[in-house]
Nanobody, 126 residues
Framework: QLQLVESGGGLVQPGGSLRLSCAAS????????IGWFRQAPGKGREGLSC????????HYTDSVKGRFFISRDNAKNTAYLQMNSLKPEDTAVYYC???????????????????WGQGTQVTVSS
């Protein structure tokens, strides 16, 4: 059974950077696409980015394109989300998830992805 654990969240000033990690255990990440999501208080879960199992393809939602970068290291069974130029509106709990394909990850994964981490809080504030 695949288990995912996020880390790397915290408090950062506007304009700052954080790198989130999504560490897998119980199984290999090699066969899964990995997605990053966030959920702010009172809002739904927002799909941010997805990377295919090979790492050859990445996808980003418009609000983070050019600021956030997804990557993975299958040898370490870990995926990452590098977040730059952070804004107060990026404040949320961030989750990683694993599923078979990045297709429609932003709309389908919240109800269909079988594996989710517990989330890590990111707060952007001065």
């Amino acid at each position: 059974q695949l288990q995912l654990v996020e880390s790397g969240g915290g408090l950062v000033q506007p304009g700052g950077s954080l790198r989130l990690s999504c560490a897998a255990s119980g199984s290999t990440l090699d066969y899964y696409s990995i997605g990053w999501f966030r959920q702010a208080p009172g809002k739904g879960r927002e799909g941010l980015s997805c990377i295919t199992s090979s790492g050859h393809r990445t996808h980003y939602t418009d609000s983070v394109k050019g600021r956030f970068f997804i990557s993975r290291d299958n040898a370490k069974n870990t995926a990452y989300l590098q977040m730059n130029s952070l804004k107060p509106e990026d404040t949320a709990v961030y989750y990683c998830a694993a599923h078979q394909s990045c297709v429609s990850y932003d709309t389908h994964w919240p109800s269909e992805a079988p594996y989710w981490g517990q989330g890590t809080q990111v707060t952007v504030s001065s």
